[in-house]
């Protein structure tokens, strides 16, 4: 027969205690000493009480429970970040429900309602890119970029992108081009614009792929001709167009790093495993989610204590790391030569 778990009174008993004074004590309020606080937990910890979620929900109004809401989970930045949160949730005592607006505005407002018609005391929002979160009842906490109105916590896109353009100007590297994938995104925005200030005095071009023509956007930038241009390093947005692009030069018979550098952002885990490794920036990604969790809770409590559900008035920046691996290099004496193409192998 399955054992009944230990009841809060359980607890009030061994010590001795009434156990209004326990639930004080396990919920961190009313007056308890901490000597008496430590007590209880170590007897619930022996019993192996664990509270009703129904039972705090009907005494605090709190179900301990938020919600987070992501663009695109077959994105896979967005597990990384889920995880990130999920790990801060826990050792802050929260529950999360995980809904994914699939990159839809719509969808997105949807997720939101469906999270708020479940209970939730918050949650924690990475928005469709250029979206805004309006007010939906309960605390938000926006994690995108600082310039976002409404951001709570970001990584500092702007900064990393500086670090990746020094990198590349240390390199000798004097003609770029950028690559963004939505002109629309803010994050990207930033990303790009930190490059380019690292690039004074250098020819810098910016394409966006949403702007170009064909189902295949990647394949309209034709690295042939912009190697022949006399580019010599590709920055992309993230590590997924990296790799697109290192494919793409690659298969054109441009080597990299040798003829060219690819660089992107987030430090996906392919990053490291692709030949050659990819020099990307990184998302302090814990970090992030500690502050966001912490800026959501500290809004959570206020509410429930008739305070305002402000979650955060000034942004927190948090610094990205600039990880250089074997896709970049030197500019090449020749680079910006027509290279040979591969002869096309017949099958037998």
Not at 191 to 196: K, P
Not at 276 to 288: E, F, G, H, S, Y
Request: aromatic share 4%; proline share 6%; charged share 20%.
């Amino acid at each position: 027969m399955k054992q009944r778990p230990p009841k809060l009174t359980e607890i009030a008993d061994r010590l001795d205690i009434s156990a209004a004074t326990v639930s004080n004590a396990l919920s961190g309020k009313g007056r308890v000493s901490a000597e008496l606080a430590e007590r209880i937990r170590q007897v619930a910890e022996e019993l192996g009480y664990v509270p009703s979620v129904s039972a705090r929900a009907l005494r605090t109004g709190l179900s301990g429970v938020i919600g987070l809401v992501l663009p695109d989970i077959g994105n896979p930045l967005f597990p990384q970040i889920a995880q990130a949160i999920e790990n801060a949730a826990t050792d802050a005592g929260l529950g999360v429900l995980i809904a994914d607006s699939r990159g839809s505005i719509q969808a997105q407002t949807e997720a939101i309602q469906h999270l708020r018609d479940h209970g939730v005391d918050g949650m924690i929002v990475v928005p469709r890119r250029g979206s805004r979160v309006a007010d939906v009842g309960c605390p938000v906490a926006m994690i995108d970029s600082p310039s976002t109105p409404g951001n709570t916590v970001s990584a500092d896109h702007w900064c990393g992108g500086f670090l990746l353009g020094e990198h590349l100007r240390s390199l000798g590297h004097r003609k770029v081009l950028l690559i963004g994938n939505h002109r629309d995104s803010i994050v990207q925005t930033d990303r790009l614009g930190g490059v380019r200030a690292a690039l004074q005095g250098t020819e810098v071009e910016r394409v966006w792929l949403d702007s170009l023509p064909g189902d295949q956007p990647i394949g309209a930038l034709d690295p042939v001709r912009w190697y022949s241009e006399g580019f010599t390093a590709f920055v992309t947005v993230s590590d997924l167009q990296a790799l697109r692009v290192l494919t793409a030069l690659q298969s054109a018979g441009i080597a990299v790093p040798s003829m060219a550098s690819v660089t992107g952002f987030d430090d996906l885990v392919f990053a490291s495993s692709v030949i050659p490794a990819l020099t990307t920036v990184r998302m302090d990604m814990p970090k992030v989610a500690e502050i966001a969790i912490s800026a959501l809770k500290r809004a959570i409590e206020a509410k429930s204590g008739d305070g305002a559900e402000t979650v955060r008035a000034d942004p927190d920046r948090v610094p990205m790391t600039l990880v250089i691996r074997r896709s970049t290099g030197p500019v090449h004496e020749e680079a910006g030569a027509k290279p040979r193409l591969p002869h096309p192998q017949q099958e037998n």
